[in-house]
């Protein structure tokens, strides 16, 4: 991702803090006087307004005068903005000013960034991203709003922290009910659980793990995160100093768990919902649920599933499964390499699972086969934190002042409409930088693209959340022959091996089915009902009209951390990145609802595909 | 405590910053020559050089030219510092010139802070602070040198973290040795332990208590820290934003057992050291400790005590304790007020651990009586924030650039032996702001002092560790009356009452012994032997000639943090701000030992105390 836009170069003799400024003037004062179509003039032809929350109670963009002309109809009177202003002096590079601006709405404050390119003689918006980022009288309690927690003073009626924290745990889901029940403990449902801690909502995260952090720890032994550290912080409290660059599983498990301690998220481990019904009667939820076995009902007003995006572990009906006398299981469940040594393993899929099973089963001497059944896009890790991340997510991002908070703006400021666009050059400069390593690739007869359009692994993961991986040192493995390669589809499976479509045989003590995951919605089908998850919808991806991404364009990810058509059904997820960022718009909406404020929803999401 | 030091006020036409590089490149320049006539001659006539490792392997203050000469002349040839430079530019206030400064020695690199006055109209170092904050060739993995966690490419020795974790756990202490042991796992064993890992020294912490934070959760039921939160930082982990600004004790200890799991510190809970022994043939100790039970025998080099400053309990000997029929018990093993409601509790003593039990127990209904037996200084505790550590330890210090890091060098440049001066004021302020309560205090009978030269709580903290309260509340149920105030000396127990010198009878259900602790000596005494603790000397202290803190005049604390009398022993502790920076110096000591770096300490210190 890059943060410059390839706009005209335009010289202007002004500085570009006061020109940034003089549009927010024209714009406040367009917007003061409800006249929509003169703030819509403000923007360019190409223009793109992204809002998190803050005009649209929505996570939604428009596109040029009529999408924001259409946007400010129906949300101006409600939203009453002001106080536009600058947040630090604007920049100007390649004709592009840039603004980080403050501004305030009836209900809240907001934080956005503009850019502003010439045309017809005038700076115009381009791009306009605004995000809220609190609600007002509902401040977090944090920095010069810190609690005291010592309460000064003699009180006949004082409870501990440790008393008040043990009365919550004993009432929680007997005598009182989480507002926020969230199904899912991993990253996703930590970070909402501390959002929403910190906001005062009451909630409670579940998990079906012993432990949290388990998501992480249950999985093949050699799993590192394969984005860096600047990429992954949680909400509230930072990696310190010494995090690696791409953190162990086992070292996120923990982190996760101490996480979830310090932050005080309420959060039931070994928990799992069984079935959830909404009553339009009463406006809740039931949701049962066996707590460490025991049955138990729980009535919240909002249902958060957090998971996972890729969450339930998608296993292809191949024939034979039932006499094949080996051990079969998906990549989800693999064990690692130490009871496979000496064995024949083939590895079904070519993407990151199977490849880092791959890697991590010939490290312990064992005879592996990759079976490659459609193309997969690779980029060499260095290349992609040096090419792709580096401008916002790094030690050199952070000493030019790019904190992990500013690069998550600038990256949610970027339109997903030509998103791409940005991303095409990046991956042809990976390409150009790692060309010897494609050819060996190639040589060894693996299936490579970059994408539909050449954009590379961040639009294949907004899209379609699968089909790459990010190499740390097995797609050599493949080149060199280490690692055998076999391309096709599965016919069926005899006793000990795997048939593939064109007769081909391969001899197999295991077989590891690193297929992928199933859609979110299959989730809300098991727990809810199918119904249900057909008007839900498809989760996830953008309507790109590519390959797993079915159109129409929809402008944002379907469904993800925004109103649905399911009343008080939201759905949460995604990577660290994510998990952090859109975590604080989706707890705002939370407790906005919470607390009675009017949240009327601009443009809510339509469904074109079911799951 | 102030920044400001009260020099005579000179005018200067010069840039601050060019001043002090002036200074810099002359102090260099004789340096580099050798000439430490010439180096001297830069200091005033009133001047305190404080280093911290840099030059003198060592914790010292050297006063004066003669001071000066006597440093350089014993440690720059060894230290060969070279590189003196501005870190940012300096600042010019009442006459004094502030200049942050880094420099670099043979072994390390170190930053410092540098006051400049005018003197026979030159510019002359009045206060100079030098430390060494890391070890060339042994720079801490952390930022850009972090590090990378996945290891990428393929290895068939690859071991996961986890694995290396496990393997480590289960060598150290039988076929691996700690080079260094610390017994004492609160905040200063911890924030050490933390320290060590960082640079690579292989340790391990031992702790009696079965999980690390017990030492804050076991004690009484309504306590929270008296610091506030910005001064209680640990090490490369710094509290989130959102974290109390007087934390209780319960989310103290659950941080710290968080921290350490997160810092990956060697820690064994449950384990307790009962002897150690130096052999001079070995350069070993031998440390038999008994972990959950089972004895065994540990090796290491360096011996840390960091068993708490105030750590064994002091309990006077008092005629009758054996025939008294109640609930008698030392402050440190107060279970709180829940079971002596309705009952009559008669608490010995009049600082913290006394206050805070009798306005805990109070609150509850319990008939409680203060028994003061010397006058103890009080400060409110919002007068102590906003006049004592504003300026360096709160929002707005943060908010003004001044970082804990720097407040701690601030603070560490402020040379002992002329603190109490900016001291004084202080309490002056904090006397006139809350008059009316110690006229109230007063009036109820309380012996009150500001300490031996009125220069207050921090003064008694360094010098004695004793015989102040911090007020959050309980100091007013004092006077006015809620709980009853009896001054006196204990003559002797009864079956039913503490009867004091005077005769007056106090009927009495429960004793409580707030009767403070005893030196770290004693430590050393129970663990090695007497003769030991006694060529240690006391530890904890400046020589003020103060009560409880007899001359000679040491320039440093007693013992903590540096090289003592006895071989390879150190002591480590205090609160969580010495915990926290003054572990950075002992573990740059350790590990300079550790690598067979040459740390010739000079000016060690001199003992003139036993215990």
Same mark, same amino acid.
């Given at each position: 991702?890059t943060e410059t836009l390839d706009a005209?170069?335009?010289?202007?003799?002004?500085? =570009?803090?006061?020109?940034?400024?003089?549009?927010?003037?024209?714009? *406040?004062?367009?917007?003061?006087?409800?006249?929509?179509?003169?703030?819509?003039?403000?923007?360019?032809?190409?223009?793109?307004?992204?809002?998190?929350?803050?005009?649209?109670?929505?996570?939604?963009?428009?596109?040029?005068?009529?999408?924001?002309?259409?946007?400010?109809?129906?949300?101006?009177?409600?939203?009453?903005?002001?106080?536009?202003?600058? +947040?630090? =002096?604007?920049?100007?590079?390649d004709?592009v000013?840039t603004? %980080?601006?403050?501004?305030?709405?009836?209900?809240?404050?907001?934080?956005?960034?503009?850019r502003?390119v010439? *045309?017809? /003689? !005038?700076?115009?918006?381009f791009t306009?991203?605004?995000?809220?980022?609190?609600?007002?009288?509902? !401040? *977090?309690?944090?920095?010069?709003?810190?609690?005291?927690?010592?309460?000064?003073?003699?009180?006949?009626?004082?409870?501990?922290?440790?008393?008040?924290?043990?009365?919550?745990? !004993?009432?929680?889901?007997?005598?009182?009910?989480?507002?926020?029940?969230?199904?899912?403990?991993?990253?996703?449902?930590?970070?909402?659980?501390?959002?929403?801690?910190?906001?005062?909502?009451?909630?409670?995260?579940?998990?079906?793990?012993?432990?949290?952090?388990?998501?992480?720890?249950?999985?093949?032994?050699?799993?590192?995160?394969?984005?860096?550290? #600047?990429?992954?912080?949680?909400?509230?409290?930072?990696?310190?100093? &010494?995090?690696?660059?791409?953190?162990?599983?086992?070292?996120?498990?923990?982190?996760? +768990?101490?996480?979830?301690?310090?932050?005080?998220?309420?959060? %039931?481990?070994?928990?799992?919902?069984?079935?959830?019904? #909404?009553? +339009?009667?009463?406006? *809740?939820?039931?949701?049962?649920?066996?707590?460490?076995?025991?049955?138990?009902?729980?009535?919240?007003?909002?249902?958060?599933?957090?998971?996972?995006?890729?969450?339930?572990? &998608?296993?292809?009906?191949?024939?034979?499964?039932?006499?094949?006398?080996?051990?079969?299981?998906?990549?989800?469940?693999?064990?690692?390499?130490?009871?496979?040594?000496?064995?024949?393993?083939?590895?079904?899929?070519?993407?990151?699972?199977?490849?880092?099973?791959?890697?991590?089963? %010939?490290?312990?001497?064992?005879?592996?086969?990759?079976?490659?059944?459609?193309?997969?896009?690779?980029?060499?890790?260095?290349?992609?934190?040096?090419?792709?991340?580096?401008?916002?997510?790094?030690?050199?991002?952070?000493?030019?002042?790019?904190?992990?908070?500013?690069?998550?703006?600038?990256?949610?400021?970027l339109?997903?409409?030509i998103?791409?666009?940005f991303?095409?050059?990046?991956?042809?400069?990976?390409?150009?930088?790692?060309?010897?390593?494609?050819?060996?690739?190639?040589?060894? /007869?693996?299936?490579?693209?970059?994408?539909?359009?050449?954009?590379?692994?961040?639009?294949?993961?907004?899209?379609?959340?699968?089909?790459?991986?990010?190499?740390?040192?097995?797609?050599?493995?493949?080149?060199?022959?280490?690692?055998?390669?076999?391309?096709?589809?599965?016919?069926?499976?005899?006793?000990?091996?795997?048939?593939?479509?064109?007769?081909?045989?391969?001899?197999?003590?295991?077989?590891?089915?690193?297929?992928?995951?199933?859609?979110? &919605?299959?989730?809300?089908?098991?727990?809810?009902?199918?119904?249900?998850?057909?008007?839900?919808?498809?989760?996830?991806?953008?309507?790109?009209?590519?390959?797993?991404?079915?159109? =129409?364009?929809?402008?944002?990810?379907?469904?993800? #951390?925004?109103?649905?058509?399911?009343? &008080?059904?939201?759905?949460?997820?995604?990577?660290? $990145?994510?998990?952090?960022?859109?975590?604080?718009?989706?707890?705002?909406?939370?407790?906005?609802?919470? !607390?009675?404020?009017?949240?009327?929803? $601009?443009?809510?999401?339509?469904?074109? $595909?079911?799951?």
């Amino acid at each position: 991702m890059t943060e410059t836009l390839d706009a005209p170069v335009v010289t202007s003799e002004q500085d =570009p803090s006061a020109t940034a400024t003089a549009w927010l003037d024209s714009f *406040e004062a367009a917007l003061a006087a409800r006249d929509v179509p003169a703030a819509a003039a403000l923007f360019a032809t190409e223009s793109y307004w992204r809002d998190l929350v803050s005009f649209t109670w929505n996570i939604t963009t428009v596109e040029g005068r009529e999408g924001i002309t259409d946007l400010l109809q129906s949300t101006l009177a409600g939203t009453d903005p002001s106080g536009f202003t600058l +947040e630090e =002096p604007a920049d100007e590079a390649d004709g592009v000013i840039t603004a %980080w601006i403050l501004f305030e709405t009836g209900a809240g404050r907001g934080r956005g960034l503009l850019r502003l390119v010439e *045309e017809d /003689g !005038e700076r115009k918006a381009f791009t306009f991203l605004t995000t809220l980022y609190e609600l007002k009288g509902f !401040e *977090e309690p944090k920095n010069e709003h810190r609690p005291r927690g010592a309460e000064h003073g003699a009180d006949k009626q004082r409870q501990t922290w440790l008393e008040r924290r043990q009365a919550e745990a !004993e009432s929680l889901g007997s005598t009182t009910q989480p507002y926020v029940l969230v199904i899912g403990g991993g990253q996703g449902g930590i970070a909402l659980g501390a959002r929403l801690r910190q906001l005062g909502v009451p909630s409670l995260v579940i998990d079906k793990h012993p432990r949290p952090g388990d998501q992480w720890r249950n999985r093949y032994k050699s799993l590192c995160l394969h984005d860096p550290v #600047w990429y992954d912080h949680l909400p509230y409290l930072k990696f310190p100093d &010494n995090w690696p660059v791409f953190a162990p599983k086992d070292k996120i498990g923990d982190w996760l +768990e101490s996480y979830t301690k310090i932050m005080e998220v309420p959060y %039931w481990s070994s928990t799992t919902a069984t079935s959830a019904t #909404w009553s +339009e009667e009463t406006g *809740e939820w039931t949701v049962e649920v066996e707590r460490e076995g025991k049955p138990l009902t729980l009535r919240p007003t909002q249902l958060v599933f957090a998971t996972g995006m890729s969450g339930k572990p &998608n296993v292809p009906d191949v024939p034979g499964t039932d006499v094949f006398e080996g051990d079969l299981h998906h990549s989800s469940a693999h064990p690692g390499p130490d009871p496979y040594r000496g064995k024949k393993v083939v590895v079904i899929g070519s993407n990151n699972s199977a490849f880092d099973i791959c890697g991590a089963l %010939w490290e312990n001497d064992v005879d592996v086969t990759m079976v490659q059944r459609s193309s997969t896009h690779i980029v060499k890790s260095d290349s992609l934190m040096e090419i792709g991340l580096g401008d916002l997510y790094s030690e050199r991002a952070v000493a030019a002042g790019v904190t992990t908070e500013k690069a998550d703006l600038i990256f949610a400021s970027l339109p997903y409409r030509i998103l791409h666009t940005f991303q095409i050059p990046a991956y042809e400069a990976m390409a150009e930088k790692d060309k010897d390593f494609y050819e060996r690739l190639e040589a060894a /007869g693996f299936e490579h693209d970059w994408g539909d359009d050449g954009s590379g692994l961040f639009m294949k993961y907004l899209r379609r959340g699968s089909g790459y991986y990010i190499d740390v040192g097995a797609a050599d493995l493949v080149a060199n022959g280490d690692v055998k390669l076999v391309r096709g589809q599965i016919d069926h499976l005899t006793a000990n091996e795997v048939v593939l479509a064109d007769g081909t045989e391969l001899p197999a003590d295991v077989v590891v089915f690193a297929t992928g995951y199933g859609s979110m &919605n299959g989730w809300v089908a098991d727990l809810i009902d199918q119904e249900t998850a057909d008007r839900l919808g498809k989760v996830w991806g953008l309507g790109s009209d590519t390959t797993k991404d079915p159109g =129409p364009w929809e402008g944002e990810q379907r469904n993800m #951390w925004k109103p649905t058509q399911i009343e &008080n059904l939201w759905m949460h997820g995604g990577n660290l $990145h994510q998990s952090r960022h859109y975590s604080l718009y989706l707890a705002l909406q939370l407790k906005a609802r919470f !607390e009675g404020i009017d949240t009327p929803v $601009h443009a809510l999401q339509e469904v074109h $595909h079911t799951g």
